[in-house]
C-alpha cells in the first residue's frame, strides 16, 4: 500500500461552532454566516462531505429527515436484545425505505455522505447481523441500503473493520436460494470493494469466488445482476494507494475453478439472456492471459460472440454490439483466437456490423480495436481485413467523425497494423 492520502475534516459540532462565531463575532445574519463558513473551510482545504449544512435559527441537525431515520433506528437496534420484534420490524422497513429514497436519489451522494459521518454503516452491519436469520424483507432493505453508504474509501474501511465482507458472506450462503437476498447481497459486494484493495482480499480470503461459481452453476441467474458487477470490481485495480494490486491472480484463481467457463455458458442464450451484457463485461476481467482466452474460445465463447455481434446488428442493438466486440477484442489477444475468429469468418462480419452502426463512434472504435489487434503481427489478417473493406472504414469514419478522439486513435492504430508489413496496403 502507498501512503494514505491526507484530508482534514470537521465535525458536525466544530462546523457549527464557525457559523456561530460569524454571527456572533462577526455580526452576520445566518444565511451570510453559513455560506462564509462553507467558503472559507472549502478555502482552507477541509472535506465538508458528509456535514449537515443548516442555517441557523431555520432549521437544525435534529429537523433532517435523514438523521431521524438513522436516530430512530439507532434506539430500535439498542433497545433490542439479539432479535427484533415484528413491530420494530415493521418500522426498520419504512425507515430503511426512506434511507433509500434519500440516499439513491439526485442528493443520494451527498445524503450518503452525511449517514456514514453519523454511524450509518455500523448501524446498517449492527442490525443486519441481528436480522440474519429474521425477515427477508427488510433484510433485503437493510442490503440495499449498505449497497448506498459504502460509497468511498472512508465508508469501505469502516465496512472492513466492522466485519462487514465476513458477514455480507455469511447472508449470502444462508440466502443463496433467494434470488433477492442475492442481488441485494452482490450489491454490497460490488459497492464495498470499488476502490479498495484490503476489502477484495477479505472477500477472497472468505473463497467469495467458491461461492459465485455455485450460483453460477446451479441455476438460471437474470435476476441477479450484481453477481455480475460483483465479479467485475473484484478483479478491477481500481486502489490508487495500491503499488501493485493482486487482482491478476485473483482472475487466474476465478478462471482456475471454472468461473470462466460458467460465464461463458451466459453468452450462449444470446440476446434474449438479460444477462448477456453483464455477463460479457464480467467474462473481459477474467480472461486475462492467453491460457484463459483459449479456454473461453474452446468452450464456444468465440462461437457465441460472433453470433451475438450479428445478431446485435439485425436488432439494432447497440450496447451489445460494442460490450461484445470489446470482449472478442480481448480474446484476439491470443494467436490462435485470431486464427478461429478469421476462419469463422470473424472479419467480414465485424465489417458488416460497422455498416450497420455506421453512425455510432463507440461501436466502430470497438470494432477497429479488434482488427488492429487481429492485424497485429500477421500479413495475412492484415491483407484478409484489407479485402473485406478495414481500410474504407477507417477513412469514413475518421472523415465523419473528426472530433471523436478514441476513434481517431483507433483508426490509427489500425492503419498503422495494416501496412506495417504489407506494403501493397499502403
Known amino acids: 500500500m502507498g501512503p494514505p492520502k491526507t484530508v482534514r475534516t470537521?465535525?458536525?459540532?466544530?462546523?457549527?461552532?464557525?457559523?456561530?462565531?460569524?454571527?456572533?463575532?462577526?455580526?452576520?445574519?445566518?444565511?451570510?454566516?453559513l455560506q462564509d463558513a462553507i467558503q472559507t473551510l472549502s478555502l482552507q482545504g477541509v472535506d465538508l462531505s458528509g456535514i449537515v449544512k443548516c442555517v441557523p435559527g431555520e432549521s437544525s441537525l435534529k429537523d433532517n429527515p435523514l438523521i431521524q431515520s438513522l436516530e430512530r433506528l439507532k434506539q430500535l437496534d439498542l433497545n433490542s436484545k439479539d432479535?427484533?420484534?415484528?413491530?420494530?420490524?415493521?418500522?426498520m422497513m419504512g425507515l430503511f425505505d426512506k434511507l433509500i429514497e434519500l440516499c439513491g436519489g439526485n442528493e443520494g451522494s451527498v445524503n450518503a455522505a452525511v449517514a456514514t459521518k453519523n454511524g450509518g454503516v455500523e448501524l446498517v452491519c449492527s442490525i443486519?447481523?441481528?436480522?440474519?436469520?429474521?425477515?427477508?424483507?427488510?433484510?433485503?432493505?437493510?442490503?440495499?441500503t449498505m449497497a448506498l453508504l459504502?460509497?468511498?474509501?472512508?465508508?469501505?474501511?469502516?465496512?472492513?473493520?466492522?466485519?462487514?465482507?465476513?458477514?455480507?458472506?455469511n447472508i449470502l450462503i444462508d440466502g443463496n436460494e433467494d434470488p433477492e437476498i442475492l442481488n441485494s447481497g452482490f450489491a454490497v459486494v460490488a459497492a464495498s470493494a470499488t476502490g479498495n484493495e484490503v476489502v477484495k482480499e477479505s472477500y477472497m480470503e472468505l473463497k467469495i469466488d467458491e461461492l459465485i461459481l455455485e450460483i453460477l452453476s446451479r441455476q438460471r441467474n437474470d435476476s441477479i445482476q450484481s453477481l455480475y458487477d460483483a465479479i467485475r470490481v473484484l478483479l478491477t485495480p481500481d486502489d490508487d494507494r495500491v503499488v501493485a494490486s493482486q487482482v491478476y491472480g485473483y482472475a487466474r484463481r476465478f478462471a482456475k475453478i471454472g468461473i470462466a467457463r460458467a460465464l461463458v455458458h451466459?453468452?450462449?442464450s444470446?440476446?434474449?439472456?438479460?444477462?448477456?451484457?453483464?455477463?460479457?463485461?464480467?467474462?473481459?476481467?477474467?480472461?486475462?492471459?492467453?491460457?484463459?482466452?483459449?479456454?473461453v474460445a474452446e468452450n464456444g465463447g468465440i462461437?457465441?460472440?460472433?453470433?451475438?455481434i450479428d445478431d446485435s446488428g439485425l436488432q439494432g442493438n447497440k450496447t451489445v454490439a460494442r460490450i461484445c466486440c470489446s470482449l472478442l477484442?480481448?480474446?484476439?489477444?491470443?494467436?490462435?483466437?485470431?486464427?478461429?475468429?478469421?476462419?469463422?469468418?470473424?472479419?467480414?462480419?465485424?465489417?458488416?456490423?460497422?455498416?450497420?452502426?455506421?453512425?455510432?463512434?463507440?461501436v466502430l472504435q470497438e470494432v477497429m480495436s479488434i482488427i488492429t489487434v487481429l492485424s497485429l503481427r500477421s500479413p495475412e489478417n492484415a491483407a484478409c481485413a484489407m479485402e473485406a473493406g478495414a481500410g474504407d472504414l477507417a477513412i469514413q469514419a475518421m472523415l465523419k467523425f473528426p472530433n471523436a478522439q478514441q476513434l481517431q486513435r483507433s483508426s490509427c492504430f489500425m492503419i498503422r497494423n495494416l501496412v506495417a508489413r504489407n506494403p501493397e496496403n499502403r
Not at 458536525?12 to 456572533?24: H, L, R
Not at 432479535?83 to 418500522?91: H, P, R
Not at 477484442?329 to 465489417?351: F, P, Q, R, T, V
Open 10 to 33: 470537521i465535525s458536525q459540532e466544530a462546523f457549527d461552532e464557525v457559523v456561530k462565531e460569524n454571527m456572533e463575532d462577526l455580526g452576520m445574519d445566518p444565511t451570510e454566516a
Open 83 to 91: 432479535k427484533f420484534s415484528d413491530e420494530d420490524l415493521n418500522e
Open 128 to 144: 443486519c447481523y441481528k436480522i440474519r436469520c429474521g425477515s427477508k424483507r427488510v433484510l433485503d432493505s437493510c442490503l440495499k
Open 150 to 169: 459504502v460509497h468511498d474509501v472512508q465508508s469501505t474501511e469502516t465496512f472492513r473493520t466492522g466485519g462487514g465482507p465476513k458477514l455480507l458472506v
Open 266 to 268: 451466459s453468452l450462449h
Open 270 to 295: 444470446g440476446l434474449s439472456s438479460p444477462s448477456l451484457i453483464s455477463a460479457s463485461i464480467a467474462l473481459k476481467a477474467v480472461a486475462v492471459n492467453d491460457e484463459i482466452c483459449k479456454s
Open 303 to 308: 462461437d457465441a460472440l460472433l453470433r451475438c
Open 329 to 362: 477484442s480481448k480474446l484476439a489477444g491470443s494467436d490462435s483466437n485470431k486464427s478461429a475468429i478469421i476462419e469463422k469468418g470473424g472479419m467480414d462480419k465485424l465489417i458488416v456490423v460497422s455498416a450497420r452502426f455506421s453512425d455510432d463512434a463507440s
